[in-house]
């Protein structure tokens, strides 16, 4: 079934953050104890810490707007504290970014004593005020995938770390190193550590809020969506240091960003590709310094001086003529290069191209799908190797190639969580791709200590995906400590309940507005919080919170 087109501009795609926008408005700003900030330095570095706010257990579970999800009751208040600290931008300059640091508070025996370290990702955002710091605030863009994450895992007993990345909130970056893989990692890594000497620090000076709680010296790193990716690629790094991982669990993530890419330029365009493109651009431009001379190389003339992240949500700037709402090419081009070359699968025929309100260039694109054609990825290549293009020419498939996580192998107990029907970040590209690898990395070296979990949260069209698998473990991976396989039918379970209800919500009897639901919901909305339930199982196994 073909979509009208209007239905997408009228109603701009939801593709940022972990819950729907129906459960994000559905929190309360609740909270308790002194708002009045209390600034502390750190004096073994230049982090600094700002206390926000606490949440009791009961208030976490009343008031979070997590009732439509796997949430487990709160077993720990969550004091909240914002991290100030010095990072390093895509060109190496020097640049500041926050974090949140959320403390879990109580007398349960889950609450005190030796607690693990979550460092978590988020998702892409083009809201510059994202804050993962103001848990329960309703007026700050990131309350939802905030809510989620301190509900799951700081009010379950993990320290959190969630830095907000450079180029957000105070940061004074101009610009955000969007999937720039040394940059990112480098950012989480810098939040980490500041994180961990400002618990150092206060428990030095007996604040309150630290007094019960010691850093148990167990990490953990999880994140969703671009998190994914910054989670892996975060892992490699920490990995390549010698620096101690317990378990990893990106979710959702375009690890395969080079294939990734070609696949979009090629006809198959994303939900959000006019929000990830200026975000890719403009970051790999900062990195590389080749992609464009000027930005009307690249975009439309009149999107030419599109800048993201911004304070003006997104929708607006859409509305304002600043940004097309998700067309990406030209709809008819002329250009003999791209002769040929049909849309992809549903919304890429109907959303990802305009006859005047696209993003990209067509002599941009062109160029660049030469250049796949001449130099094809080793996923798309007639018997290719499942990596990337050896020697590509196109200066931006150059910088995806640079920033593409196939060939790294995690050696550290690995969940990868996702959902083959994703419109945001296709699944069998990304994900599937690294299984295969990972798969033949197992059977090359059979002695290799892997111990790799995967799991496919959507179960509903099993039966189209026969040579498909929902459920994987790679090398050492066993069910020892947790029961996987109760595990992956209870999220599957929940899974689909949620796709039923943002159906039925949207028309019970299945028409066109139940489907425009389910795609434009499915990344953000549905495969999020499925994946946060599986990640807090799996982390329990390595870690468990009594």
Request: a negative charge.
């Amino acid at each position: 079934m073909v979509l009208p087109h209007s239905s997408i501009i009228n109603k701009p795609i939801m593709t940022r953050g972990i819950l729907s926008l129906a459960i994000a408005s559905s929190l309360l700003l609740v909270g308790c104890g002194d708002d009045n900030e209390r600034f502390v330095e750190s004096p073994s570095s230049s982090a600094s810490a700002v206390f926000v706010k606490t949440f009791t257990a009961n208030e976490v579970n009343s008031s979070f707007g997590l009732a439509n999800t796997a949430t487990p009751v709160a077993k720990c208040g969550v004091t909240i504290e914002k991290v100030s600290y010095d990072t390093k931008g895509a060109a190496d300059e020097d640049t500041n970014a926050t974090a949140a640091l959320m403390l879990p508070t109580g007398d349960a025996a889950e609450c005190k004593g030796d607690r693990p370290v979550l460092l978590y990702a988020h998702g892409t955002t083009t809201d510059k005020g994202y804050d993962f710091a103001q848990v329960g605030n309703i007026e700050n863009p990131a309350v939802g995938e905030a809510n989620l994450i301190a509900a799951n895992f700081a009010a379950q007993g993990y320290i959190v770390v969630a830095p907000n990345y450079a180029g957000y909130d105070t940061s004074k970056l101009d610009y955000h190193p969007y999937l720039v893989a040394q940059q990112q990692s480098t950012d989480m890594v810098d939040a980490l550590d500041s994180a961990r000497s400002i618990i150092e620090h206060k428990k030095r000076a007996n604040d309150a809020n630290y007094s019960k709680i010691d850093d148990s010296g167990k990490l953990f790193i999880a994140g969703y969506s671009q998190g994914g990716y910054v989670t892996m690629a975060t892992a490699r790094l920490l990995e390549s240091q010698k620096k101690p991982v317990t378990a990893i669990a990106p979710s959702s993530g375009p690890y395969a960003l080079a294939a990734f890419g070609d696949e979009i330029f090629m006809g198959n365009v994303n939900i959000g590709a006019s929000r990830f493109a200026p975000l890719l651009g403009i970051g790999l431009q900062e990195k590389y310094g080749n992609i464009y001379n000027k930005k009307s190389d690249i975009f439309l003339d009149k999107y030419a001086d599109a800048q993201l992240p911004s304070n003006i949500p997104f929708g607006e700037l859409v509305q304002a003529g600043k940004l097309p709402n998700n067309a990406l090419f030209q709809k008819n081009p002329s250009d003999p290069r791209l002769a040929g070359l049909l849309p992809g699968k549903l919304f890429s025929s109907f959303a990802g191209y305009d006859d005047n309100d696209y993003l990209i260039k067509t002599d941009f694109r062109a160029t660049y799908v030469a250049d796949t054609q001449k130099n094809p990825d080793g996923l798309w290549a007639e018997n290719g190797n499942g990596l990337t293009a050896v020697t590509p020419e196109n200066n931006l498939r150059k910088a995806l190639k640079d920033n593409d996580l196939r060939g790294y192998v995690p050696t550290m107990p690995t969940f990868i969580c996702g959902g083959n029907q994703d419109p945001t970040v296709y699944f069998d590209t990304n994900t599937g791709s690294m299984v295969k690898l990972l798969q033949a990395e197992v059977a090359k070296n059979p002695t290799k200590k892997l111990n790799i979990t995967v799991l496919d949260v959507d179960a509903d069209n099993k039966a189209d995906r026969p040579d498909k698998q929902d459920f994987t473990m790679i090398g050492q991976a066993s069910m020892n400590k947790w029961d996987a396989v109760a595990v992956k039918n209870s999220v599957q379970t929940n899974f689909s309940n949620s796709v039923k209800k943002v159906k039925d919500d949207a028309d019970p009897n299945g028409g066109v507005a139940s489907l425009l639901a389910f795609y434009t919901n499915y990344h953000g909305g549905l495969v999020s919080p499925a994946c946060t339930e599986a990640t807090r199982e799996f982390f329990n196994q390595e870690f468990k919170p009594v």
